[in-house]
C-alpha cells in the first residue's frame, strides 16, 4: 500500500484528483481551440459545428492596426447568435479556470498565475481565431474571458477560505 499525504483541503497526496484535472483541463483547452477553428460557427446550428478549417492570410499589420477589427467594439447585443457566443466563453472560460486551479497542488496554487495563464491562452485563441476565415478575433472576447477567469478564481478562493482551507494572516483556519 502506497503512502499518501494529506493536505488539509480532501485531496490526496497521490494526485489522482489533480490528474484527473489536468486531463480535463487539456480536454476544454483542445475544445476551444477546436471551437475557434470552425469558420462561419454558428452555436444554434450544429451542422457548422464540424465546418473544415479554411484560413486567410493576415499580416502583423492588421493586430498593429487599432481601426482593425481586433480592436472593434460588438454589434448585435440582442441577437441570439451573439448571447450564444457570449454564453459559449463563458462557459468555456469558466471550465478552463475551473480545472487550471484544481490541475496545482494546493500548497503551490498562486490565483494570480492562474489568471494570466488563462488570459494569455484567451489572447492567444483570439489572435488565432483572426486567421479563421468567417471568424473575427476580438480583444473584447479577452476581456471578458479574462474577467470570467477572475470572477471563477474569486469564488474558487473564496470557498476555500469560507471552508478554512487556506490560512489568513491574524486568523486560524476554520476559525
Known amino acids: 500500500m502506497r503512502k499518501t499525504r494529506s493536505t488539509g483541503d480532501g485531496w490526496r497526496g497521490d494526485g489522482k484528483r489533480i490528474g484527473w484535472c489536468r486531463a480535463f483541463l487539456m480536454i476544454v483547452m483542445l475544445l476551444i481551440?477546436?471551437?475557434?477553428?470552425?469558420?462561419?460557427?454558428?452555436v444554434a446550428n450544429p451542422a457548422?459545428?464540424?465546418?473544415?478549417?479554411?484560413y486567410r492570410d493576415l499580416t502583423p499589420g492588421y493586430f498593429l492596426d487599432l481601426h482593425s477589427k481586433f480592436?472593434?467594439?460588438y454589434r448585435n447585443w440582442?441577437?441570439?447568435?451573439?448571447?450564444?457566443?457570449?454564453?459559449?466563453?463563458?462557459v468555456g472560460y469558466s471550465a478552463l479556470t475551473y480545472f487550471a486551479y484544481h490541475s496545482v497542488?494546493?500548497?503551490?496554487?498562486?490565483?494570480?498565475?492562474?489568471?494570466?495563464?488563462?488570459?494569455?491562452?484567451?489572447l492567444i485563441d483570439e489572435i488565432h481565431q483572426s486567421f479563421v476565415a468567417g471568424r473575427d478575433g476580438r480583444l473584447w472576447d479577452v476581456g471578458l474571458d479574462s474577467a470570467v477567469s477572475a470572477l471563477?478564481?474569486?469564488?474558487?478562493?473564496?470557498?476555500?477560505?469560507?471552508?478554512?482551507?487556506?490560512?489568513?494572516e491574524g486568523r486560524r483556519p476554520g476559525g
Open 33 to 42: 481551440i477546436y471551437f475557434s477553428d470552425r469558420p462561419d460557427l454558428r
Open 48 to 54: 457548422t459545428w464540424v465546418n473544415p478549417p479554411v
Open 71 to 73: 480592436y472593434a467594439g
Open 78 to 90: 440582442t441577437a441570439t447568435e451573439f448571447i450564444l457566443h457570449k454564453v459559449g466563453h463563458i
Open 105 to 122: 497542488c494546493p500548497e503551490k496554487r498562486r490565483p494570480r498565475w492562474i489568471w494570466a495563464g488563462v488570459a494569455l491562452f484567451a
Open 152 to 168: 471563477m478564481l474569486f469564488v474558487l478562493h473564496r470557498r476555500r477560505l469560507s471552508a478554512g482551507q487556506i490560512r489568513v
